[in-house]
């Protein structure tokens, strides 16, 4: 039964179009989710909400937070407020904790456990997808609960290899649970909601985009003890994780790699920095084998028979009409443009004319809601398309 403190959470969520920054910028200032609708409730105080109304679409109703608990309920999607007994605590250290969690599947009792994030680009090298997968297994076998992000690539490898040694393993999304992206993982999402539970702070139907990626990361390198991360480039999104980490206190792990190949530059400039180099689980477990010697108990006692796991696929060369796939070969249609539209779309050709929003934003040095602007325009003019999962691809022809 939904409680009247979650309903209250919900409610403020809903009114702050569920952005965390905003959500704790109303709680900063006018007090706890109930304070707040105490006070939108009472006409003498709604003079208090001023210069935040028009901003959150202000409505003291209830009926779209009542609405928003029954489509989770119809989904089978578990709400998890911040004052719950199974809120993870690990998450009140972190900037702007979730003040609601959404799960599907059954979540671990994460405080009770050694976790370690594991985190890659989607472009990950198939020898280190092999390593991480490797490292995973063991890390699961040894007690850790394994926690990624499903994407493409490392963060696949990490969860198969968690799985694969019988452990429960945790996927954080940047869209809502009922969202499975990318789709090449609907096997494996359907796995982990056997074995362990899928994580979002956004709630049933959202599209992960955009800024919610970057949120997303800071939950991913919240929850652990530490983040192993096993490849990226200088502008990927792993990057930003590795940055939450050290943020949050975490220990930092890295796979290092071939000093010419730009998926290493991450982990080997997390290395200079002092993170730790690994190359076998033991790396990592004797960091926490004597200090967290119960919780590592704990983690294997959870343990069970692993279910069939298929092997690590290479990247196809194939496209869906069958053929050889290659580089393709791009037009400058940036030299078409001018300021920031030929900004991005250099950065796209630079980059094989496809990029997550969250690296475009960073290569280019532009915030979100200028990229988001930009990005706007030039789908209109036929530059660029949108994929889902914040991916913006080049039109590979002149207008």
């Known amino acids: 039964m939904l409680s009247e403190e979650l309903l209250y959470e919900l409610w403020l969520s809903v009114l702050c179009k569920h952005d965390p920054v905003l959500i704790y910028r109303c709680i900063g200032k006018f007090g706890t989710p109930a304070e707040i609708y105490g006070m939108a409730k009472?006409?003498?105080?709604?003079?208090?909400?001023?210069?935040?109304?028009?901003?959150?679409?202000?409505?003291?109703?209830?009926?779209?937070a009542k609405?928003?608990?029954?489509?989770?309920?119809?989904?089978?999607?578990?709400?998890?407020?911040?004052s719950d007994p199974d809120?993870?605590?690990?998450?009140?250290?972190?900037?702007?904790?979730?003040?609601?969690?959404?799960?599907?599947?059954?979540?671990p009792p994460i405080d009770d456990l050694v976790c370690i994030t594991i985190v890659g680009s989607r472009k990950c090298p198939e020898s280190i997808r092999r390593l991480t997968r490797n490292i995973a297994r063991d890390l699961a076998g040894a007690g850790v609960l394994v926690i990624s992000g499903m994407a493409i690539g490392g963060d696949t490898s990490a969860h198969y290899g968690a799985l694969e040694a019988g452990h429960k393993t945790v996927a954080v999304l940047a869209g809502s649970v009922d969202m499975?992206?990318?789709?090449?993982?609907?096997?494996?999402?359907?796995?982990?909601?056997?074995?362990?539970?899928?994580?979002?702070?956004?709630?049933?139907?959202?599209?992960?985009?955009?800024?919610?990626?970057?949120?997303?990361?800071?939950?991913?390198?919240?929850?652990?003890n530490g983040t192993l991360v096993v490849?990226?480039?200088?502008?990927?999104?792993?990057?930003?994780?590795?940055?939450?980490?050290?943020?949050?206190n975490r220990d930092i792990f890295v796979i290092p790699g071939n000093p010419t190949e730009k998926m290493s530059f991450v982990p080997n400039d997390l290395l200079l920095a002092g993170?730790?180099?690994?190359?076998?689980?033991?790396?990592?477990?004797?960091?926490?084998?004597?200090?967290?010697?119960?919780?590592?108990?704990?983690?294997?006692?959870?343990?069970?028979?692993?279910?069939?796991?298929?092997?690590?696929?290479?990247?196809?060369?194939?496209?869906?009409?069958?053929?050889?796939?290659?580089?393709?070969?791009?037009?400058?249609?940036f030299e078409d443009f001018e300021g920031k539209n030929r900004t991005v779309l250099k950065y796209l050709y630079d980059h094989e004319g496809r990029a997550h929003i969250d690296e475009i934003a960073a290569g280019c040095d532009m915030?979100?809601?200028?990229?988001?602007?930009?990005?706007?325009?030039?789908?209109?003019?036929?530059?660029?398309?949108?994929e889902a999962g914040g991916m913006y691809v080049m039109v590979n022809k002149r207008k």
């Open 42 to 64: 009472n006409p003498i105080k709604k003079h208090k909400l001023k210069g935040i109304r028009d901003a959150v679409g202000f409505d003291p109703s209830m009926d779209k």
């Open 180 to 224: 499975i992206y990318p789709k090449e993982n609907e096997n494996l999402y359907h796995r982990i909601l056997e074995n362990g539970a899928i994580l979002s702070e956004r709630p049933p139907g959202t599209v992960g985009e955009g800024s919610f990626y970057n949120e997303r990361n800071r939950i991913l390198a919240g929850l652990s």
């Open 87 to 107: 809120y993870p605590k690990r998450l009140f250290y972190i900037d702007c904790p979730p003040r609601i969690l959404y799960c599907k599947g059954e979540l």
């Open 275 to 333: 993170a730790t180099p690994v190359v076998t689980a033991d790396d990592i477990l004797g960091t926490y084998k004597v200090v967290y010697e119960k919780l590592l108990q704990n983690g294997i006692r959870m343990k069970k028979a692993p279910p069939q796991i298929p092997e690590i696929p290479p990247h196809k060369p194939l496209n869906e009409g069958g053929t050889k796939w290659e580089k393709p070969v791009l037009e400058k249609i």
């Open 67 to 82: 609405r928003l608990a029954e489509e989770c309920e119809r989904r089978g999607i578990r709400m998890i407020g911040i």
């Open 367 to 386: 915030r979100i809601p200028e990229l988001n602007s930009t990005l706007m325009l030039l789908q209109m003019k036929s530059a660029v398309k949108k």
């Open 231 to 248: 490849s990226g480039s200088a502008h990927s999104g792993t990057r930003i994780t590795a940055r939450w980490a050290i943020e949050s």
